[in-house]
């Protein structure tokens, strides 16, 4: 009985801490294989694993990631976890904040400098009163020796 009060103890208090923290900021967070590719020929390319979307082909691939923050919610940074593993292309991911029409509203393209085995962050962080929904499209490196780039997560942090 002792140890079901103190599960249900820590479940409360764990939801209350939970809703606290998420009354100032919201953090959306996405699996890389939610990505899709632009077109047929670009579907070709890629392929899909716990890592998210990753390029297979000995040419670059693109893919387009969506995401939603919370509706009204100021996008005040934008991250993405990808793996570059092509020594002469870095991996680039433009991040775009819309308006309900799908104008920009603002974006940015960063990109990795260099490659290697771990795994690295591209961030941005919009201008103030970024509100809207998010797209990202990223263009991944070639196949590298049987090292594939992927793309892993990306998440939108927002305030309500």
């Keep these: 009985m002792r140890k079901l009060i103190k599960s249900i103890s820590a479940v409360v208090l764990s939801g209350i801490a939970v809703a606290a923290g998420t009354a100032s900021a919201a953090h959306n967070g996405y699996s890389g294989t939610l990505c899709n590719p632009i077109n047929s020929t670009e579907d070709a390319?890629?392929?899909y694993s716990?890592?998210?979307v990753q390029?297979?082909?000995s040419s670059?691939?693109?893919?387009e990631c969506g995401g939603l923050p919370n509706v009204g919610s100021d996008i005040f940074n934008v991250q993405a976890t990808v793996y570059d593993r092509?020594?002469?292309t870095n991996l680039c991911c433009t991040m775009r904040v819309l308006n309900n029409d799908g104008l920009f509203l603002?974006?940015?393209t960063p990109c990795t400098v260099g490659s290697g085995a771990a795994s690295m962050l591209l961030n941005w962080v919009p201008p103030v009163n970024a509100a809207g929904s998010f797209d990202m499209g990223c263009t991944i490196p070639p196949n590298q020796a049987g090292s594939v780039s992927h793309v892993t997560t990306y998440r939108i942090q927002s305030n309500p």
């Design 60 to 63: 670059t691939a693109s893919v």
């Design 55 to 57: 390029n297979n082909a």
């Design 50 to 52: 716990q890592f998210g």
């Design 106 to 108: 603002a974006s940015s």
């Design 86 to 88: 092509n020594a002469a």
């Design 45 to 47: 390319k890629i392929g």
